[in-house]
């Protein structure tokens, strides 16, 4: 059964970069495409992006000129960065599997803050 | 317009059947884009109730059902349960995005 475990500080600074790691266990990170899903608090869920095994992407375009998503498939995680936060980027980061166009595996989610 | 747009809440007696509409527009839903459906619940991972329109994962009981017309996509709840009390969303792709859309959510309370 494959299990995703999102990990990375709670807290970010303004302006800073935040960095997720996302864990894969359970089977391989090959031959799909993962994704990264926030939340902010009392908000619906937002897709980020995803990135195929091969390494090619694709980014929400409201957020796009500030993520990267990219994958180690020998440690089998999927990493994210978010340049420059603010306090709207306060949210539970959720990293998830995709299979036919649904996401059929998520972690348990990871809370960020933005705050000084 | 890109986003999918679900009811902010509904609410149904134990046993009873309630639905969730998710409307979507020519670029998601009604370009052929597939609806999948997940269930919130606080402090667990979504979980994935219904995939490809109507297609149930193992494990998913039968209460849950899905189906697509046009540009819209409903969840059906049937014989309601206290535990079925949780926050919902649909999801599906978008041309103009070139990107996954989530709906707005909906709250489901068990009366």
């Known amino acids: 059964q494959v299990q995703l475990q999102e990990s990375g500080p709670g807290l970010v600074k303004p302006s800073e970069t935040l960095s997720l790691t996302c864990s894969v266990s359970?089977?391989?990170?090959?031959?799909?495409?993962w994704s990264w899903i926030r939340q902010p608090p009392g908000k619906g869920l937002e897709w980020i992006g995803y990135?195929?095994?091969?390494?090619?992407?694709n980014y929400n375009p409201s957020l796009k000129s500030r993520v990267t998503i990219s994958l180690d498939t020998s440690k089998k995680h999927v990493s994210l960065k978010l340049r420059s936060v603010t306090a709207a980027d306060t949210a539970v980061y959720y990293c998830?599997?995709?299979?036919?166009?649904?996401?059929?595996?998520w972690g348990q989610g990871t809370l960020v803050t933005v705050s000084s | 317009q890109s986003g999918l747009t679900q009811p902010s809440s509904v609410s149904g007696a134990q046993g009873q059947r309630v639905t969730i509409s998710c409307t979507g527009s020519s670029s998601n839903i009604g370009a052929g884009y597939d609806v999948h459906w997940y269930q919130l619940l606080p402090g667990a991972a979504p979980k994935l109730l219904i995939y490809a329109n109507s297609d149930r994962p193992s494990g998913v009981p039968d209460r849950f059902s899905g189906s697509k017309s046009g540009t819209s996509a409903s969840l059906a709840i049937s014989g309601l349960q206290a535990e079925d009390e949780a926050d919902y969303y649909c999801q599906s792709f978008d041309s103009r995005l070139s990107g996954y859309v989530f709906g707005t959510g909906t709250k489901v309370t068990v009366l």
């Open positions: 990135i195929y095994y091969t390494g090619s992407t």
């Open positions: 998830a599997r995709v299979r036919m166009g649904g996401h059929d595996h």
């Open positions: 359970g089977d391989s990170i090959s031959s799909y495409y």
